[in-house]
């Protein structure tokens, strides 16, 4: 089934509008990238509460600091590569230690950035910022669940990381779906195991589980939109009730969102598990579904985890 | 609000150089070098020029003071204290567990510590962000960030040059403590920054070239960043490492490491 597609950027653009009108608190910072990131469509309505740092992610991580301690909710979008990875001291000392309200939205991540190259490729953003004191991580599914996070970032106070995609994503979910933080959603009920995805993955798994049932396997499939804090109930629950877990992501095998759910059920209900992710490597340049392909991020790779999972059980 | 006079202010910073010693012997470890050396304009700064009431440090039009240099913390701390943010016996807890006063600054636990530091490089940054803010909402307060040369190294100081120009941001005041050292040695032999001047003048700012000791040049400077407009000031402030301990002047060992007691006793004398 062809589902319909929308570009979760222009998901925050038209977020950040709308918050903007409302709280005339918030600025955003940006660096050369707006018209990518599409917080053009905010400069245009506010010009005087956007501030372009040209190419200067480092410093326009420390200006933001310096507004959100004058009070002001900063919105901070740029590529993920750039901010994550290029400004992780920055984030660490100047945004992370003194706990400032700053929303990190990097656009961009991933392999899906495609034929750019592995220059391009953040593949380690979850991992770094899953690993800053404080920070609040998201990996919306869609265009809709992007604009709700973008929302609940704008209100909730302290520092955020939320990764979104260049290429237009699957719609998974329907207008008036609830985002709640923190709070994992099931989009699919299952018996025989769960896969715990993240990102554009969760359309994936969805996919996957579609050919499992045709198979006679009952796969659960669980949107685990935000990365931290993790939701440990609905993983718990999910590892005792189908007691195996396939953890599929857009991401290096390490730190991210495998390792955390590991983490978890190793200390709370070890079962055998399964992971759909980048492995220990980079990748080329290529259209954005060749990439998966190539790298094995696919609804085949996950059916595939999923049968091998399911006969360690 | 403080409005010592030279004279009081000399006295001052006398006060706050014996803490600073007092206070990183105690510790058995600190920056005493970079804290000497900008002594005296962080004296004058809080008990002369900045807009600032201890008794409520998140006062909103306050003048903010960014310390770049994080680990100048100890002068800083040192001001704070003799100026009310904090009893003055706190110094004494400085470097220990669960004290208010961390080794480089931290604002989450000190009253009147703006900016978490201690990386160097990025507090010219933040200062553009809370001059910005300013800006945004009409207030009146002035942003110095106090640099050292040495983190003139750093490219992000260079890339916050560009900015605050670009921004024209008028109510920012860098203050470069230009002792010519660095943790190894002398700037000019490790990573020459020269032409210096000159470097921010290109950059699009003000520049104004002081004796960092002479309380009468840094007091004209500030006012003079003050009544630059369309553009930012930078006060060039030529200083002695350790200055005001005659074996820690020009002393790079100086730069993080403890005097001993009798090291501490005798540069005590000195500034008795």
Redesign the interface.
Known sequence: MKTAEASTREAFGKTLVELGSQNKDIVVVDADLSPSTMTNFFAREFPDRFFDCGLQEQNMVGIAAGLAACGKTVFVSTFAIFVACRCFDQLRLCISQPALNAKIVATHGGITVGEDGSSHHAIEDLALCCALPGFTVVVPADAIETAEAIRVAADKQGPFYIRLSRPKTPIVYSEGYHFSLGKAVTMRQGSDATVIATGIMVAKALEAADMLANQAIDCRVINMHTLKPLDETALVKAASETGAIVVAEEHLAQGGLGSRVAQTAAREMPVPMGFVNLGDRYALSGKSEELLQRYGLTAKNIEEAVKSVVKRK | MFNLSTVELRESARRLRCHVISMIATAGSGHPGGSLSAADIVTALYFRVLRHDPSNPHW?DRDRF?LSKGHAAPILYAALAETGYFPVAELGTLRKLDSCLQGHT???VTPGV??????LG?????????????R??SRAYRTYALLSDGECQE??TW??A??AA??KLDNVTAIVDCNGMQLSGWIRDIMNLEPFIEKWRAFGWHTIDIDGHDFDQILFACQEAQDTKGKPSVIVARTIKGKGVSFMENNAAFHGKAPTQEEAERALQELE
């Open positions: 909103p960014i931290d604002a989450k703006e900016m978490s530091s201690g990386s990025m507090g010219l940054s933040y200062a553009i962000g809370t001059a910005l803010a300013a945004l909402d490219g992000q890339e916050a560009l900015s670009q921004f």
